[in-house]
């Protein structure tokens, strides 16, 4: 492959500013508002390199906060795990726990094309498509992959099922605690009377972080998580 001088100059800085700018820790805080009380999440992320391999690694509580907290007495914790790629997160194993129940578990073996999911006792596998990821996954993919113009396809592994979701792309500057921000805006796209909805805001010039996350889940609870505080860390690798 031959570059001009100028064109080969631009490559070499972008490749650098990707490897300088890569964080090593993120922790975002979000406040979160549902149709019966309040709540907060503390989500961390890492990446670790490893045998000249990316790693990562989300973990996610989530908890009631106020009266809320005497209906809603248990956290939500979730948890993604895998490798960095040039096509984005290729997860290795999720899981989601609600208080005391049995957690959900995915596990993603990319080997064989095949995801194993554990539900409520129940196991099942699948073929498992390219590009396939969890929820908590999902949105962080986009800090190490490109976005297409218009929409976007992915199968996302939630509970017992593995679900083909279409997320139209749009672009919205978000007032937020912390700020304004230019935001890309993805938006599923669901079944006609369908009343489960999730569309999220990523940071356009800051790593695409999610900065918020509205969905409406199958127990029909409208849940509104928007950043309250960013801290982002960067570790020079020797």
Not at 145 to 174: F, W
Not at 185 to 201: D, G, I, P
Request: glycine share 4%; hydrophobic share 35%; with cysteine.
């Amino acid at each position: 492959m031959k570059f001009t001088p100028l064109f080969l100059l631009l490559w070499l800085c972008s490749t650098l500013a990707m490897a300088t700018d890569l964080p090593s820790r993120i922790e975002i805080k979000y406040a979160v508002t549902t149709d019966i009380g309040e709540g907060e999440i503390d989500e961390v992320m890492e990446i670790k390199h490893i045998e000249d391999k990316a790693h990562y690694s989300i973990n996610s509580k989530a908890q009631a906060t106020g009266m809320y907290k005497l209906i809603e007495p248990n956290s939500i914790i979730r948890h993604s795990e895998g490798f960095i790629t040039q096509k984005g997160l290729r997860p290795v194993r999720a899981y989601e726990k609600r208080g005391q129940k049995k957690p959900s578990v995915a596990e993603f073996d990319w080997k064989n094309h095949v995801i194993t999911l554990h539900h409520q006792g129940h196991h099942a596998k699948e073929v498992m498509p390219d590009d396939t990821l969890d929820r908590l996954s999902m949105s962080y993919n986009f800090m190490f992959t490109s976005l297409p113009k218009h929409h976007v396809d992915c199968y996302i592994a939630n509970g017992d099922t593995l679900q083909l979701s279409r997320y139209t792309i749009t672009k919205e500057m978000l007032d937020t605690p912390i700020g304004k921000m230019e935001t890309v805006v993805l938006t599923r796209q669901e079944e006609k009377h369908s009343k489960l909805k999730r569309k999220l805001w990523l940071a356009l010039n800051n790593h695409m972080l999610p900065v918020r996350i509205v969905s409406v889940e199958d127990n029909g609870r409208e849940i509104d998580k928007m950043v309250a505080e960013v801290n982002i860390s960067y570790k020079k690798e020797h």
